[in-house]
């Protein structure tokens, strides 16, 4: 299908069997394995040797630490309020596999006034049919 987790210790088909051994195991049944981190490519000689990682990091913190490796300066900034993470995985034709998940980063407050405010919509919703 595609090669996510293709450098994992296990494979999925393993983790599932040892799993299944202790607790029944079911279709549809969440098989979490955490962070899964890619084996980086090197290329080059000596002052020129350079690893970088086409398939990707596994967190921000790992592509930061990867770039402290590389030139001794960390480039890519952590998340804040008003970014967007957005998740997807593709098959080897650039399919999206189960569509894309997308999440703006906002802080609490933010998230409580906006609940705050769709349930005020409701009540004077319901208050002028009544």
Not at 24 to 49: F, Q, Y
Not at 51 to 56: Q, S
Not at 69 to 77: F, L, N, P, W, Y
Request: aromatic fraction near 10%; hydrophobic fraction near 40%; charged fraction near 25%.
């Amino acid at each position: 299908m595609c090669d996510a987790g293709e450098d994992m210790a296990f494979h999925f088909g393993q983790l599932i069997a040892h799993a299944a051994k202790t607790r029944t195991v079911h279709a549809g049944s969440m098989v979490g394995t955490g962070v899964v981190s890619n084996v980086g490519a090197t290329t080059g000689k000596a002052s020129s040797r350079r690893t970088d990682w086409p398939k990707g990091y596994h967190s921000i913190a790992e592509k930061r630490a990867m770039e402290l490796q590389q030139s001794d300066v960390a480039s890519t900034g952590y998340l804040q309020f008003g970014d967007t993470v957005r998740v997807e995985m593709k098959n080897k034709d650039g399919l999206s596999i189960f569509g894309a998940i997308e999440q703006p980063l906002c802080p609490r407050w933010a998230r409580v006034a906006a609940r705050l405010k769709h349930q005020n919509a409701f009540w004077r919703f319901l208050d002028k049919r009544w």
